[in-house]
């Protein structure tokens, strides 16, 4: 099955996918390799869900492994890490950029939404109180098209919380 992302391609494995492990400081591993094509094919997914496609290839990976994979590819600056109110963390190799995110807050589907303005800080606090700001995160809730044609209602009260499956 094809890449999902432009310029990860499996064929040659090491191949893309270890020189980009490689490149962020880190050695390259299986338990690596299966996290990145993972991540690769499931942007937005959480370290449980990365875990149940993982273990299919490497039957002997653990969850507590998957953590460690997924803490060592953020501190490199491989992933990205985002805590959606009321989700579990989530992951995705995006990073490099101030993108954002847009939830629907009935199935909880994740997509990227780009900066704005375009630069970094895209948003400026009407008091920063002393910090340098170098970024901002926004994240959008709502309902996806598919819940929309399933019949959810068109708007949600602005007091209501995100509702996740």
Known sequence: MPSKNPGFSRPGEPGQLGDSIRRSGLKVTAPRLAVLRALDDSPH????????????ELPGTSLQAVY?????FTSAGLTRR????????????????????????????????????GEAPCLEPSDAAGFAVYAAEV?????????????AESRLPADHPPTHP
């Not at 994240?139 to 019949?151: E, F, H, N, R, S």
């Open 82 to 117: 985002i805590e959606p109110s009321g989700s579990p963390a989530l992951y995705e190799r995006r990073v490099g950029d101030n993108h954002h995110h847009v939830i629907c807050s009935r199935c909880a589907a994740v997509r990227d939404v780009d900066c704005s303005v």
């Open 45 to 56: 997914a959480s370290a449980e869900r990365l875990f149940a496609v993982v273990r299919t």
């Open 139 to 151: 994240t959008y809730w709502g309902l996806c098209p598919d819940c929309q044609a399933a019949g």
């Open 68 to 72: 460690g994979v997924l803490a060592a």
